[in-house]
Structures are given as structure tokens and as C-alpha cells.
């Protein structure tokens, strides 16, 4: 599996845009760019994913880098029901359902 | 949208006794389904890959006769600790993927494992 990069922990002051980084220098061609988030004692939630443009959600927008080595998740307006860890996953095709691999993540602190 | 619902949403249970684990998937049919162990501040582990109707495909290190998971419908897996022990003590987490769209996967809530 290709490998991410994030950093451990971030902070971001409440009602502010929040970017969280991740790197994927491996990344193959055919790999989408997923992000999940896991709240405290709850399993993870999607949020957004992509493979080469930029998308957006109701949740959340993902830049992707132009050589698709890097992305980046933006929250617009954190609130602090968004204090959760973030997860940057790469997921590839072909081979039907694909099982996942997280890593450590992105400890988001969100200060009111 | 699509939900995915775990049961017991936590165990205590004594070293010994066998735990079962139910993974359902409420609104949409899964031909797959993962678990995952989750232990305190840590990431979540694959544990296996349970597929409908065959065997689950298990990570290495994981004791396929300690964790049994069987699959029985495309809405049902179940995830059985044989023997517990505190050691087994963790947080469970059982995602599905949804039969025809190969990029999601949607999480349960989890169940939080303690053995005494």
C-alpha cells in the first residue's frame, strides 16, 4: 500500500478555516485520495475523497496537488464538533472492495 | 444514507468466555465487510476481510481461530472472540462496503471489549 504522511496533532481556533496536510509521494496513478475522521469512542466517518481535481462537500473541500504527491483537507468554518482525528487514506483500483489502512492521523484540537 | 450498526455497543465479559460481535449493515447490502481493533490511542487495525458466503481473508498475525468471523448474508457479519482474554480487551470496529460502489466505506459505531 502506498504510505501518507500526516502531521500528529493540530490546532485551529473555533469559527476559523482549518487545513490539514497530508503527503502521499508514493501515490500509483489509479489511487483515490480518501479522508475519514474518528470522533472520540466512535468509528471513523467518511468526509470526502478524489483523485486528481478538487472536490468539494457539505463537509469539507480536498485540494489536490497537481502531481498528486500531496492534498489537503480544508475545513471552512471549524467548529468544535470537528475535534476529531483525521485520516488520509489512499485507496487503489482495480480489485473491487478495498481494504483500508490507517495510520496515526491528525489530531484536530479545536479551541473555543 | 448508509448506515452500519454494531451490537453490543460494548461487553464486559470473563477471561474464558466467548464474545459474538454483530456487524449489520441497515440500509444497503454488503458483499464486504472489515473489522478493525482499535486499542487506546492508536490507529485502527485490520483484522480481516469477511466476504459474503466464503471464508475471511485474515491479516497476518491475527489468530483466525481465535477471532472467528462468519458472513452469512450480504447484510450480516459477525466477529466471535473464542477464549477471551484482558489482552483481547480493545475497541472493535466493523466497516462494510457497498455492494457496486468500491471507493466508500461506512463504519459502525464500534464495540468497546473489556475482559476481566
Known amino acids: 500500500d502506498a504510505k501518507t504522511t500526516q502531521p500528529n496533532s493540530m490546532e485551529s481556533n473555533e469559527e476559523e478555516p482549518v487545513h490539514l496536510p497530508c503527503n502521499h509521494s508514493?501515490?500509483?496513478?489509479?489511487?483515490?485520495i480518501h479522508w475519514y475522521r474518528q470522533l472520540p469512542s466512535q468509528g471513523p466517518e467518511y468526509v470526502i475523497h478524489?483523485?486528481?481535481s478538487n472536490v468539494n462537500n457539505r463537509m469539507a473541500s480536498l485540494a489536490i496537488a497537481e502531481d498528486r504527491k500531496s492534498s489537503t483537507l480544508i475545513l471552512h468554518r471549524a467548529t468544535l464538533r470537528d475535534a476529531a482525528v483525521y485520516y488520509c487514506i489512499l485507496t487503489c483500483i482495480p480489485g473491487g472492495y478495498q481494504k483500508v489502512t490507517f495510520g496515526i492521523g491528525t489530531k484536530l484540537q479545536v479551541i473555543p | 444514507g448508509a448506515v452500519v450498526s454494531q451490537h453490543p455497543s460494548w461487553v464486559i465479559c470473563k477471561s474464558g468466555t466467548s464474545v459474538k460481535i454483530e456487524c449489520r449493515s441497515l440500509d444497503f447490502q454488503a458483499t464486504t465487510m472489515f473489522w478493525y481493533r482499535q486499542f487506546p490511542k492508536q490507529s485502527l487495525m485490520l483484522m480481516a476481510t469477511?466476504?459474503?458466503?466464503?471464508?475471511?481473508?485474515?491479516e497476518q498475525g491475527v489468530e483466525k481461530d481465535k477471532f472467528l468471523i462468519n458472513h452469512a448474508s450480504l447484510t450480516l457479519s459477525t466477529l466471535t472472540v473464542t477464549s477471551a482474554h484482558p489482552e483481547d480487551s480493545s475497541f472493535y470496529i466493523c466497516?462494510?462496503?457497498?455492494?457496486?460502489?468500491?471507493?466508500?466505506?461506512?463504519f459502525g459505531p464500534g464495540t468497546r471489549l473489556t475482559v476481566t
Open positions: 478524489g483523485l486528481t
Open positions: 508514493t501515490i500509483s496513478g489509479t489511487d483515490y
Open positions: 469477511s466476504n459474503e458466503g466464503s471464508k475471511a481473508t485474515y
Open positions: 466497516s462494510a462496503a457497498e455492494t457496486g460502489k468500491r471507493y466508500e466505506q461506512y
